[in-house]
């Protein structure tokens, strides 16, 4: 078993460490964030993630998870380094390698020889070189090892990965991150560092367009007439197509999917390549807040000023408390700015957010509302009473945006019902 540091204990870098310690690694997980520590420290998670404050607690009570302060604090005696830091989107669209760099920095003099660095924040390529000359050490490899998993389901998806993707130009050190995984089922794929890198890029891109493709399926059906739920169930039967990620929806956010694609852009716009096809997906993903918000001021006959819109949902995605470029809060601001009195709930959302105070249940915010907005697909929302909606709302009307609610139900209960494609 190795000893590894994690460096950032974010939903990638906490998700790494409390998984790599439950394979039965060593892990001591730094970050620069005292509170976050302090919590840490007393088996308090900070974020919401199925399973994740089980496996922190195993870890610290096994003694094979540590949390310190500062990265330097955990790389003395690391085999492997994990970066695990942000990766912003730049004002060029370009990542922004700054945390990546300090990170670097703090570790380089304390690392012990022959320690392997690995790059698992979403870099662009050329990174794993970046991160070697900021280390400046000719005795410590750097890797680059791609994390995929999804938000929502990062334990499940850290220990079932679809595949360990490890990029290096030195065998051994592949080899030695490779044997980290021991108990993990997954394919490996080992590479030179631009092609480990690209994939993750075209992964996250190739996911974008798949949510733009049926967003954009989703408007030819509300225009023709065509249910675009029965539409992708059929496409999807085709084993080149797939169901998966055909879900229409209010377009892609978190903090990947966005940043990501506008990565890639400017990745290949670097390169020489004009990637037309990668900027009709953010183009279609924006005018999807834009069709989501419209929905909703037609609900209202036309007009949102001094309308009082219910929204349920503000995270990106159901079971996760992200609120970063989520869609939910990029309509719920367009519906702002045309007038409407907004009230929103979210379950895993408790203070304000985007202009937002949310409520601390779902039935009050629809309490004198002319329009419902489901905008995040939390389970929880189709089993909730609608005939007490129903009575709370000035006018039974509701926008759902994810497809969620059993239509037929709620039309029987008087109310006007628009889906996304529907
Ligand atoms: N969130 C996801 O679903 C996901 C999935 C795959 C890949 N990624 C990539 O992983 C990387 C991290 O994403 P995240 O969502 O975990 O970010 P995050 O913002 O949740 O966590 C990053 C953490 O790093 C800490 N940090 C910053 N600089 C530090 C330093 N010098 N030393 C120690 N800690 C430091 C921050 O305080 C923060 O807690 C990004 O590149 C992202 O694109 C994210």
Known sequence: MAEIAVIGAGYVGLTTAACFSHLGHDVICADIDEARIAQLVRGEVPIVEAGLEALVREGLEGGRLRFVVGAANAAPSAEFAYLCVPTPQGDDGAADLAYIEAAAREIGPV??????????STVPVGSTRVVE???GRDDVVVVSNPEFLREGSAVHDFLNPDRIVIGSDDQSAAVRVASLYIGVTAPIIVTDPPSAETIKYASNAFL?????????????CDAVGADVKDVVLGMGYDTRIGHEFLKPGPGFGGSCLPKDTRALVHIADSAGYS????????????DQFHRVAAKVREMAG?????????VWGLTFK???????????LRIVSLLAEQGAEVQAYDPAVKGPIGGVVPANDPYSV?????????????????????????GLMETPRVV???????????????????????
């Open 366 to 390: 629809c309490d004198g509302a002319q329009v419902l907005a489901v905008l995040t697909e939390w389970d929880d929302f189709r089993w909730l009473d609608f005939d007490k909606v129903a």
């Open 208 to 220: 974008a367009a798949k949510v733009s493709f049926v967003n954009a399926l989703a408007a030819v």
């Open 318 to 328: 159901a079971r996760t408390d992200d609120t970063r470029e989520s869609p939910a």
């Open 275 to 286: 990637f037309d096809l990668l900027r009709g997906v953010i183009t279609v993903n924006e």
């Open 302 to 310: 036309g007009s949102l000023e001094g309308v009082r819109v219910a």
């Open 400 to 422: 759902d945006a994810r497809n969620l609610l059993d239509r037929p139900a709620l039309e029987r209960r008087g109310f006007r019902y628009v889906g996304i494609g529907r």
């Open 111 to 120: 690392l012990p020889s022959e320690a392997v660095v690995v790059n698992k």
């Open 133 to 135: 000359r900021v280390l």
